[in-house]
């Protein structure tokens, strides 16, 4: 299981597993749910009560007279980027330490092959190629160092979390990630010796997936059935605006649309039980369509804000010192994953300027770096809020993993709902007026 799995709570992930229709929305399809008919595994969630795991921690596979064993490892960060009041019952345990753990019990069972499906994994410095994606080009990120501390008894990882697109070898364990949203199949071949158990050989490849195939008719029926369904939820209008919100960004690197982004989860988490945030910053990569003005109302419809935002992260507000401000701007330019599109979207009160002539690592002009006007404070700390693909590094903003005190929040499409609901009226595109480019 993944950090989303647990994104309304252990109760609901239990209800996922066993069956049974949703306390609030009920089973809106008409058709009795029984429960999913594949086996959730935790291994290094357990309740704080008993040390129990909430499923078990592993599952054991049959191939003749070998065995196989599958151990389930979710994200150890789950607390930081879910809302808490769903499982402060629980612990969320070191990946390694966990799988290190259960080898003597896998080896005593006769289990000489294992397999840990883990959400979890890094980055590379490489393109999406199926080339590329069938090597380690400079794996940096949480899962080297797992992987690194891992009892040498466990042959693959097969990873997810961070889309990242991998197949190799790292310290003698093979590792595997097949990106996102379908792009690639990872393909697995094992040879295990029947006599001595231990796995003798792997082909593995990362394939792409191509469209150019026909549909699969029992699928594109079960999409059509609940495009058909979905589509009052869909057109439920969460407000308006008066012209269309562009993602496109000036020469300063500022959009429209992403100053609205910011400004709604700045909104949603500055309250004091909710993160008392004081601003909010937006990857724009997050930012997937414009918000466009429809005719004659400028509705905007819940459909459309989830084209704009569509991965459903979760907001997490840290503590970061001033320093940290000035450091993660500055990432801006030394990220060789973003691109042209690198400049991160600000929220209202935030404001610096930046020089395009200045040299890496020094573009950005601390004294011009304010909040509400006022100069932060290198030694002083700040409450900032961004989503949980930012706050674990995403695109390379890895001063962000050193922030403190995390709090987990709404995903990121409810605070923008909120944020349309909380307007008096329709709302304008907010000004380009943030951030400053200078020669």
């Given amino acids: 299981m993944g ?19 949703h306390p609030v929305d009920d089973c809106q399809d008409g058709d009795p749910f029984l429960g999913a008919d594949f086996g959730f595994l935790a291994a290094n969630v357990k309740y704080k009560a008993d040390n129990r795991t909430i499923f078990p921690p592993y599952a054991i596979k049959r191939f003749g007279n070998v065995k196989v064993a599958f151990v389930g490892m979710t994200l150890e960060g789950t607390p930081t980027i879910v809302t808490p009041a769903g499982i402060s019952h629980l612990n969320f345990l070191d990946e390694a330490d966990t799988v290190n753990a259960l080898v003597p019990e896998l080896k ?28 380690c080009v400079s794996p940096t990120g949480p899962l080297p160092e797992i992987v690194s501390r891992t009892n040498p008894e466990v042959d693959i990882y097969i990873t ?20 996102h949203q379908g792009r690639l199949i990872t393909d697995l071949d094992l040879t295990i010796d029947t006599i001595t158990k231990e796995l003798v050989h792997t ?13 699969d008719a029992a699928q594109t029926g079960l999409v059509d059935k609940y495009r058909t369904l979905s589509a009052p939820l869909a057109n439920r209008v969460i407000g308006q605006i008066t012209a269309t919100v562009s993602r496109t ?5 500022e959009s429209s649309l992403g100053n609205l982004i910011a400004d709604s989860q700045l909104l949603a988490t500055t309250p004091v039980p909710l993160g008392n945030a004081v601003m909010a910053f937006m990857n724009p990569g997050g930012i997937r369509a414009d918000l466009n003005f429809v005719p004659p109302n400028g509705d905007v ?11 459903g992260n979760s907001l997490v507000t840290m503590t970061l010192k001033g320093s940290h401000i000035d450091t993660l701007l500055e990432q801006q330019f030394d990220n060789p994953t973003l691109g042209a599109s690198r400049m991160l979207q600000v929220s209202n009160g935030f404001t610096y300027e930046w020089s395009a002539s200045a040299p890496t690592g020094s573009k950005v002009n601390p004294a ?3 909040l509400n006007g006022v100069t932060i404070d290198p030694d002083a700390d700040y409450r900032v809020t961004v989503n949980n693909f930012l706050a674990d590094g995403g695109d390379n903003f890895l001063v962000l993993t050193q922030g403190r005190s995390r709090l987990g929040g709404d995903v990121d499409l409810d605070a923008v709902e909120k944020y349309f609901l ?7 595109p907010p000004a380009l007026n943030r951030i400053t480019r200078l020669p």
């Fill in 422 to 428: 909380a307007q008096p009226g329709p709302v304008s």
């Fill in 249 to 253: 960004q000036n020469a300063a690197g």
């Fill in 368 to 370: 011009s770096i304010k």
């Fill in 108 to 135: 005593k069972q006769g289990v000489e092959t294992i397999v840990v499906l883990m959400h979890e994994g890094g980055s590379t410095s490489a393109a999406l190629t199926e080339k590329s994606s069938n090597e």
């Fill in 160 to 179: 997810g979390h961070t889309n990242w697109a991998v197949n190799c070898r790292l310290f003698g364990i093979h590792v595997t990630g097949a990106a």
């Fill in 203 to 215: 082909r593995i490849a990362n394939r792409i997936a191509h469209r150019d195939i026909a549909k």
């Fill in 3 to 21: 950090n989303h799995e647990f994104d309304e709570g252990e109760v609901e992930l239990q209800r996922m597993q066993n069956g049974g229709c």
């Fill in 301 to 311: 419809t819940y459909g459309a804000a989830f084209a704009v935002q569509p991965f």
